[in-house]
């Protein structure tokens, strides 16, 4: 069974700074991806980010970036500049290539400050 | 463009009473289909998922059930709910190991 671990419960920045998100996971599988999920007081779940195990490139999305250490099961997420939209529960997540079953983390409140 | 729909949005039901949560899908076919359960605004907890019409795999024993009568069609049902069956309920689908999510359903049992 796949884990997600994502160690900081709350967390928050100054607008305008740089935060980083940790997450890591356990699996057998070979071939998985993972994702960061944002989820705003709407409580709508948005996609922020993918990273495919097999690409070594981090994934980037404008502000947003991955860290992965493949061999050390790491998938870290930085914002980088800030803005107070980004306030909202993040989840990191994973799921096989062969199933798409998604594992969530239990989410890092984030909060940005003016 | 593919959309998902989900509702109703909230609900508040007794004890002892059914429940049924509709999801559907458009603009895809054949695509996996989820159902999850966020309690107390954390984590989320994988409850169905199906692969196709009829084909369910429950991920946890539960007082639920879930049925897929058409291929874009998903249903959580109840026949009972408990106190404990509180909680946002979100239905998801997946194409290439991207999941999609509907707005979600807020259930108070009372």
């Known amino acids: 069974a796949q884990t997600v671990t994502q160690s900081q419960p709350e967390m928050s920045v100054q607008e305008a700074e740089t935060v980083t998100l940790s997450c890591t996971y356990d699996?057998?599988?070979?071939?998985?991806?993972l994702f960061w999920y944002k989820q705003p007081p709407s409580r709508q779940m948005i996609l922020v980010i993918r990273?495919?195990?097999?690409?070594?490139q981090n994934a980037t999305e404008n502000r947003f970036s991955v860290n992965f250490q493949k061999a050390a099961k790491s998938f870290s997420l930085k914002i980088s500049d800030s803005q107070l939209g980004d306030t909202a529960m993040y989840f990191c997540?994973?799921?096989?290539?062969?199933?798409?079953?998604?594992?969530f983390g239990k989410g890092t409140l984030l909060t940005v400050n003016p | 463009s593919q959309t998902i729909h989900q509702w109703p949005a909230t609900l508040v039901q007794p004890v002892g009473s059914p429940l049924s949560l509709e999801c559907t899908v458009e603009?895809?076919?054949?695509?996996?289909l989820y159902w999850y359960r966020q309690a107390a605004g954390r984590g989320l907890q994988l409850l169905f998922y199906?692969?196709?019409?009829?084909?369910i795999s429950s991920e946890v024993p539960q007082n639920l059930s879930a049925s897929r009568p058409q291929d874009r069609q998903f249903i959580l049902s109840s026949k009972k709910l408990l106190l404990s069956d509180s909680g946002f309920y979100l239905c998801?689908?997946?194409?290439?190991?991207?999941?999609?999510f509907g707005q979600g359903t807020r259930l108070t049992v009372v």
């Open positions: 998801a689908w997946a194409r290439e190991a991207e999941a999609f």
């Open positions: 199906s692969i196709g019409i009829g084909q």
């Open positions: 699996t057998s599988e070979s071939n998985y991806y």
């Open positions: 603009g895809t076919s054949n695509p996996n």
């Open positions: 990273q495919e195990a097999y690409k070594q």
């Open positions: 997540a994973f799921t096989p290539g062969s199933n798409y079953k998604l594992t």
